[in-house]
């Protein structure tokens, strides 16, 4: 009964092994920038306080419904994987995780993302680890690499939006200096 209960076991482990499909897990890393300033410098932040509030706020940022939104459509712009236009962006052609002949909606492509998408802040520094999870290792690596890409591009642009208001302020004030 043993001898019959280890090879069932052992065929039945064998069989899944062989059987199922990989999934391969790929991470990029964006470093968090701690010096740009949103507040007055304050007590808290020799605390650790503000550092840990930081790393939280970016991270509820990525996780974001409308960075996932930003990131699909990112990828529907791609569309392939590979230059010469052969491969297709799997994850753009499915639905509730089943494959499809058509492309997905923009909403579709967003909650897939959220299943595939993990966010982990690395222990003791100001780095956030974005982890896709795919099929297709090259997916994985465009999603990871897309993710920080539309996380970058996010924070220039409003950071020179930030630059520009106070530039405009400051305009705004030699204005009034000079006409007073």
Do not use: C, H
Request: proline letters at 3%; charged letters at 20%; aromatic letters at 8%.
């Amino acid at each position: 009964l043993v001898l019959i209960l280890t090879v069932v076991v052992t065929l039945l482990t064998a069989m899944y092994t062989f059987l199922a499909q990989p999934v391969y897990e790929s991470t990029a890393r964006v470093l968090i920038d701690m010096n740009a300033k949103q507040a007055p410098l304050s007590f808290l932040e020799f605390s650790g306080s503000v550092v840990s509030n930081k790393i939280t706020n970016e991270l509820e940022n990525l996780k974001s419904y409308s960075m996932a939104e930003a990131v699909a459509k990112a990828l529907f712009e791609k569309e392939y994987l590979d230059e010469s236009r052969s491969t297709r962006i799997s994850i753009l052609f499915m639905v509730d995780g089943e494959p499809q002949e058509t492309l997905a909606t923009v909403q579709q492509v967003t909650e897939a993302l959220f299943r595939s998408v993990d966010f982990i802040p690395t222990r003791d520094s100001d780095i956030i680890k974005i982890i896709a999870r795919r099929a297709n290792p090259y997916e994985a690596a465009l999603i990871a690499n897309t993710y920080a890409q539309v996380y970058a591009e996010r924070n220039l642009s409003a950071s020179r939006a930030k630059s520009k208001a106070v530039r405009e302020f400051l305009q705004s004030q030699l204005q009034i200096e000079g006409g007073a």
